[in-house]
Structure formats: C-alpha cells, structure tokens
T-cell receptor, first 117, second 114 residues
Framework: DAGVTQSPTHLIKTRGQQVTLRCSPKSGHDTVSWYQQALGQGPQFIFQYYEEEERQRGNFPDRFSGHQFPNYSSELNVNALLLGDSALYLC????????????????FGAGSRLTVL | AQSVSQHNHHVILSEAASLELGCNYSYGGTVNLFWYVQYPGQHLQLLLKYFSGDPLVKGIKGFEAEFIKSKFSFNLRKPSVQWSDTAEYFCASHEAGTASKLTFGTGTRLQVTL
C-alpha cells in the first residue's frame, strides 16, 4: 500500500478533450506534487501544491492546471489534450516544506495512465 | 538547470552477480540525492537517500550508494543481486532547500536472470 491513492488508474481520451486526475496524499502529508512519466523516461515535475496554492511549477504549458482542497487532496487538469500528453501521471505527497528532511522525501502513488488517441 | 544522467539504460545480470548503476548530476550547489525503484506494476519506492554526512548510504534490500562530490556521482551498488531485484531504477536529485521538486534521470532497467 503506497499510502497515496490516485484515480482513475487508466483512461483513454481523444485529442482536444479535457481530463481530470485525482490524488489523495498519504496520511500526515499536506503537500502534493504531480509528475508526468512518458514511456521510457523518468518522471518530470509538473507542479507542487501546498496550502491550496501552487508553490512550484515545472516546464509545462498552462493547459496543465491543478487544485488542492482543504483536506489536502489534489486534482490535475489537462485541457486540449495532445497525443504527446499520453503518459503515466504520478502524484507524490510529502510533509510541509521547511519541516526538515521529511519535506524532501516523496511518497508516490501508483499513477494514472492516460492514453490520448 | 539541474539534470541527472543515468548512462546504463538496460542492464542484464545473473543472480548473485554484483551490481553498480551509474548516476551523475549536474548541479554545482548543495544537493540531496535519491534512488527510487519501480518494480513491475508497482509504484515508485524510495531505496535510499543522501542529504549530508557519511557519503556511503545504505538503503533497503541490501542496496547502498556512494556520494562522490568531486565526480558529481551517486552510484548505486549491491554485492549480490536477486531475481526479485528486476525493476527500473531511477536516480533523482534536488537542490537543497527546494523541497520536493525532484529531477529524475531516465532510469535503468535491471533484468536479473536465474
């Protein structure tokens, strides 16, 4: 059990559609980060949410947006899907930034595999 | 910008062979370094981490890694691999103080044969 739960596990969309992926962090964690893992590649950082605000962002276009709820769960939204958005989307949780080493250790979920046709 | 390089993309070893996977990072400042493992069909799991102190760190399942600052390296080792070590291994780093924003390498797929 990863402690981080993601849904859905698999989904198929067509180009131009929109998708929402969901994540519940590990108990005791309040910071959520999202990563995109394309086939054969390492995970790429999309953004991080803490206190319901986007705190850091990687090199992803504005089509990628997110949200964090008061219970620390999070959503990743991708608009106007492209074929290149096909990937495994990973959610990772950690403790609050600035709380020492714990903030630097991520717990990952199993991911949501998105296929864009 | 930071980058992490893993030069071994696919490694095949027989059981009981020794393992060393290379990892080099590019950032010149203070970094925290990690090795994650992804077993088939499972989530990414932390193998070990280096923040400071003893450059030889020990992780789970008999893995260890050595931080060599002069070489910008953090290679993963295991003296004797098992079939159950078959997985994908990712090296990752982040600038100390930038909590959670990890930069990953492209991964090394390890296949252990019986």
């Amino acid at each position: 059990d990863a402690g981080v739960t993601q849904s859905p596990t698999h989904l198929i969309k067509t180009r131009g559609q929109q998708v929402t992926l969901r994540c519940s962090p590990k108990s005791g964690h309040d910071t959520v980060s999202w990563y995109q893992q394309a086939l054969g590649q390492g995970p790429q950082f999309i953004f991080q949410y803490y206190e319901e605000e986007e705190r850091q962002r990687g090199n992803f276009p504005d089509r990628f947006s997110g949200h964090q709820f008061p219970n620390y769960s999070s959503e990743l939204n991708v608009n106007a899907l492209l074929l290149g958005d096909s990937a495994l989307y990973l959610c990772a949780s950690s403790s609050s930034p600035g709380t020492g080493f714990g903030a630097n250790v991520l717990t990952f979920g199993a991911g949501s595999r998105l296929t864009v046709l | 910008a930071q980058s992490v390089s893993q030069h071994n993309h696919h490694v095949i070893l027989s059981e009981a062979a020794s393992l060393e996977l290379g990892c080099n990072y590019s950032y010149g400042g203070t970094v925290n370094l990690f090795w994650y493992v992804q077993y088939p069909g499972q989530h990414l799991q932390l193998l070990l981490k280096y923040f400071s102190g003893d450059p030889l760190v020990k992780g789970i399942k008999g893995f260890e890694a050595e931080f060599i600052k002069s070489k910008f390296s953090f290679n993963l080792r295991k003296p004797s691999v098992q079939w159950s070590d078959t997985a994908e291994y990712f090296c990752a780093s982040h600038e100390a103080g930038t909590a959670s924003k990890l930069t990953f390498g492209t991964g090394t797929r390890l296949q252990v044969t019986l």
